[in-house]
Structure formats: C-alpha cells, structure tokens
DNA sequence: TTGTACGCGTTATCAC
DNA sequence: GTGATAACGCGTACAA
C-alpha cells in the first residue's frame, strides 16, 4: 500500500476523506498503453462499433495488464446511463418483499445493473420522496412492488423511463405490469376448507385499500357461492395483514361466540396471529380448527403445525420484474407472466370434528 | 407533457430510452436566473464558502422557481463524492438483517446519503465481488455487517474510504467495529433456564465459523460453569443458525434418549426449528420442554408460545452503525456502543416438571 | 465575496 | 474503422 499517497486515501491526519480511490486506472491511460485512441476503447467496452481484430486485442491485453474498471459514475455522466435500477418496496424488511428482492438482485447483477432498495413505508407521500430521490440520481429504470401510486402517475413516469410493477394489471407504453391471481388463490384455499367439509369459515381480511386484500375477499366469497354456502358477515374479519390484527381478529371472533370450524387468513403473517390467538382460548389446531394462511412465506413449513397455505412466487416474480426490466431497456416489449398459484397442503387443517 | 421531445424519454417508436431525463434543470441555468456565476450557486448548495445575503436569496428563490435538483451523478464524478454508502450483508432477505438495513436506511436518507445493499451469499468469494462492485460504484463508504471477510481485508479497505463493521472488535484507523455482547445474553439466558431448577438444559449451536455462533456456546458454557453443573457434550447440539438445524437437532436428541428439560437455541431461526420439533415428538412447550431463543425476531412474538429470547437490538445496530458512519464521513472519531443484551421473558419457559 | 477556467472519466458526434 | 473533440453537470483552485 505504498502508491496511494499522490490522490487517495486519507488525507494525512485531517480525518477527511478525498473520495478519490487510489491509483485509479482510467479509459485514457488504457487508450494509451494499448496505442489507440480513448474513443476505440470505449467503443470496444461497449460494443457501439466494429473495431479491428488486432487492436481490439491490444485493448483487451491493456485492460486485463492496467486491471481497468470502468467509472460507471462518469459512464452515467456521459452516457445517460447509470446501470441501475430504483426498486421500491415498502418495507425493506418485509418478510414478504424481502424474497422479492433477493430474486431482482440475483437477475440484475449478472446483467451489470445494480439495484437501488427503497422503502415507501406504506405511505404514498414517502413512495413519491423515495421516487424523486431515485429519480434524481438518474436510475435507468423503476420497479415498483405493488406501490400505493395511482395507476395515472405510473402510466406518465412510464413515459420517461421504463417501469415494472408488480400486483397490477395495467397496460400502458414502456410500462410492464406482472399481476398475481390472488382471487384464485383465495378460491383454491377456500375450496380446500370446503372440500375437508367445514362450512363456517371464517376469515381475515387484509388490508382492503390494497388490491390483494380485495381480491383475496372476491375468491373466498366465490368459493363460499359455488358450494352454495351463504357468506355469513360475522365470519368476515377485519385485518390489516399484520400477525397483530389476525390475532384481534380471533378474539374479536371468539368473544363473538360466532361458531366456526375453519379461518383463512389473508396472509400467512395474519394466520401466524390467528394461531397464537387460538392457543389462547384454547383451540387447537387443526384438531379443533383449521387453519390456512396466503404466501408461503419461508417460515411457514416451520409453524406449529406446519402452514397449509397458498404459493405466492415472490422469489420468482422479483426475477421475473428484473428480467423484464431488461428487456425493456433493450428495447422489447416484454409480456411476463406469473405460474398460477397452487395450495401447499401442510398440517394445519383436516376435517371437522 | 410537451416539452420533452427535444431531449428526453422515449425516441419515437424506436423503443429504446435516451437515458436523458426530459427538461432537466441545471446548476447553470439557476445561475443565470438567479443572475450569479454557476460557482456561487455551487457554494451556495454545499455551504463551501460565504456568499452575499441577496446573492443567495435570488439563488434560493431561482431554484425554487425552477425546480432545480442537483444532479448526484455530475457531483459525483466532479466533488469525487456520490453520496452513497454501500451496504454488505448476507441476504437481503434476512429476518435478522432486515431490520438492521432499516435502520440504515432510516439514518441514511435524511443526511442525502442512499444506501447500496449488496448479498454475499454467506460466500467469501460473492461478498468480494459485491466490495469490488461498489468501489467501482464509488460509494463514500462501506457498511459491512457480519462478513466473511478478514480483519485485515477490512482495515486495509478503511485505508481508501470509511469503513463500518457489526459483529466484530476490531481498532483500526478510519473505521468502527459494532460489536455485540453474544457471550453475556446467551449467559442471561442459560442463566434464566438454570434459575427455574432446569439441570439438563440442551443447547443449539449456530454455525461456529460464526463469531456470534462461538460467543454464544461460550455463554452458555459459562452459565454452567458458574452455577457448576457440568457441561454434557450429548447436550450441546451442532446447528447452522437456520430452522431446518434446530429442528434435525432436536430429532437427534431424542433420537439419542439424553434426557433433557429444557433447550437453548442460538438463534431464534434454530428455536423455531426445535419448536417444531419438539411439537412432532409430542413434547409440549414449555409444559414438557423449556425453550429460549437469541436474537428476539419480531416473529417470536407470535410464535406459540410466544417465545422467551435475548433480545439483540438489530434495528438499533443499523441505525448506530449508519450514524457512526455519517461521523466518520465528517472527519470524526465515533465510538458507539450498543446496548446491553437483556432478556425478553414470554411464555416458552416454566420450571421443569 | 465573486467569477473564470479547468478537470472529473466516459460517451457521442463528427470528420477522416 | 479510427481518431480528435465536444459535451455531460458540477466542484474547485485560482485570480480578481
């Protein structure tokens, strides 16, 4: 560590940092060991031309013996692009986006882009801040994880830079939507219940301002019609997809004394609720109820009983928004689609008593 | 949206973006409006020098107007700062580190810094490519939490730019270690176990290439010692910090018919893994079986029971280890401390039976 | 205090 | 095909 003293590095004691790197290999200096012109390199890197064979070789030995590695901040500069990729969630740790986001990152970095997380906290104000900040550091383009923005403002960001987002289904230019069929998913979960027998049902709503919730409440109920079993209000819950809300939802629903031999959450983290709630009145599961939950969230296999519940393919549909992504900034119009969701029969419902 | 053909969004029908953002205001074009030299709107932004009250009131007023933001890419290459600090961490999707890169996030985004998160993988080599891919980002600085990489690896990259690292004590110039007291929580919670009459208290090691996975088997032994009961190697059980090891664990354990009333996990993950596993030999907890977890996920609330752990403030660790990091940036010396382990008694444990 | 001029590392537009 | 040359938007010595 002897060269660093002429730009990088700490600057002798001040406690400040430069924020120039040491020793840093440029383009230029490349150009210059190669014999070539900084213009030919460039062009090489970026495939932007054809360039003879054997200075296109002279190049190629320069880089590997100087060790050059591209600015990407001066790429972005210079060149309008920066490789990255603003990705807005809501919660970075949510233990359901969070999959999400592993799946982007494995499909971005390969390509060379980078992804920048974001969290909108649930709150439309903080998602259009966390945007403008994306925005404002010239990301190359948007995924949005089912967002709180309205369809419009999508539509109009979808005109300057190409956007992905999930848990719609909206159709608009440079803009790719990747829906997930939450009211079939609710049907098949329901559909289960009804198949072991049960006929009180209850269930957990989600949040109802989200789209999965409605949805989620659309095939339960159309489940419960196409057995012909009425849809009776007090087995309809109030949730907000947070384990503390399944939980106030089996109390609330206990202390009705609303009779019930099964509960389907909305979620799996409301049906992680709903099974501490009815430890606590005493209700075993699924001896004396049945329970299923909505995700498949990794922690599910590990509950107490193991969580029957609906296959979200979160992993999946964040590889699925990046690889359309990068489709999109190639210039293709891209038509992902989702695997339809499935029931992963666990141990948590049986028949009833 | 008219104005923006002359250089931005898509270029007509070709489907490929320009990368250029449509009207964008520059620095240059506030100084003219504000009818100053770029150089005083430049100070002005960054507090660098001392300006004229009515120089700096038409700046304020011309930005207004206009709507101007600073472009982080052009600062970036030019001040040789992007204000962007890189993230490492194992998995994005972790239930541990998700909170911690919250709280980085938290901390980051009001001081106009955006965090880089990168996963290593858990691999020594992955976590290199992701260092080298944000260097050649050319992030301010680089939160490590928990990596695989050497300490020597770690002081020598704080030579180039600040460095902050959880889960170590380590001293180096131009960086902070973040460490944790694993040895004294995994001894509050053995010593809790021990407290209720529990002898034959079983514990799950987390991975031992770990620092936290060797802290704890030493807590735990140490408890042990001190209330001098020995320490039997058929109890202390091999694990990897995932629930699939807790609950193998447990499978050997009774497979192996040691007797044993009470378990210590060194993980909540490796907890609810033994939970379930305990649940499918028939041991009721904490009826039959005491159970105590380490890390106090915010699931282990709503695990049934809800389960008595050691609480590791990870949210706190990320906003501490961001703020350290701001410090650092500043040309300060910060030694922040975290605070002390301390257990969270729920319903998992009881005296033995 | 303020403005001028140059540099940051690349890409893009020209001529050749 | 290839090489000068001009942006890209901003920070900052240096001079005034």
Same mark, same amino acid.
């Given at each position: 560590m002897a060269g660093q003293t002429a730009r990088g590095g700490k600057d002798g004691g001040k406690g400040r940092w430069t924020g120039q790197a040491a020793g840093r290999v440029t383009l230029e200096m490349v150009a210059e060991a190669a014999g070539v012109s900084a213009a030919s390199v460039s062009r090489i890197l970026n495939g932007t031309a054809i360039v003879s064979a054997d200075k296109r070789a002279a190049v190629d030995a320069a880089i590997a013996r100087l060790g050059y590695v591209p600015n990407p901040v001066a790429r972005g500069l210079a060149g309008g692009r920066t490789l990255s990729i603003g990705v807005v969630t809501q919660?970075? %740790?949510s233990p359901f986006y969070g999959s999400a986001l592993r799946g982007i990152e494995e499909a971005l970095t390969p390509a060379g882009y980078s992804a920048l997380f974001v969290s909108g906290q649930w709150s439309a104000a903080q998602e259009a801040r966390c945007i403008d900040a994306l925005r404002s550091r010239r990301v190359d383009g948007m995924i949005v994880l089912t967002g709180r923005l309205s369809d419009a403002a999508l539509s109009t960001m979808a005109q300057e830079l190409p956007v992905v987002v999930t848990g719609r289904s909206l159709r608009a230019p440079g803009l790719v939507a990747l829906d997930y069929d939450n009211e079939e998913g609710a049907r098949l979960a329901t559909q289960h219940l009804l198949a072991l027998g049960h006929r009180r049902i209850a269930f957990i709503c989600g949040d109802l301002k989200h789209p999965d919730g409605k949805q989620r409440l659309r095939g339960y109920r159309k489940a419960l019609a196409a057995a012909r079993v009425p849809a009776v209000p007090a087995l309809e819950l109030a949730g907000d997809f947070t384990e503390a809300s399944g939980l106030a939802a089996i109390e609330r629903l206990t202390d009705s004394g609303t009779p019930f031999t099964a509960v389907f959450a909305s979620n799996d983290q409301m049906a992680f609720g709903a099974r501490l709630g009815l430890h606590r009145r005493g209700?075993?599961?699924?001896? %004396?109820v049945s329970l299923v939950g909505f995700d498949d969230l990794a922690t599910a296999v590990y509950s107490t009983p193991p969580l029957t519940t609906v296959h979200h393919p979160v992993h999946e549909l964040g590889r699925l928004a990046a690889q359309a992504m990068l489709q999109l900034l190639a210039g293709a119009e891209p038509a992902p689609v989702l695997p339809p969701p499935h029931l992963i029969l666990r141990e948590s419902t049986r028949p009833p008593a």
């Open positions: 919660a970075i %740790d209700l075993r599961v699924p001896e %004396d």
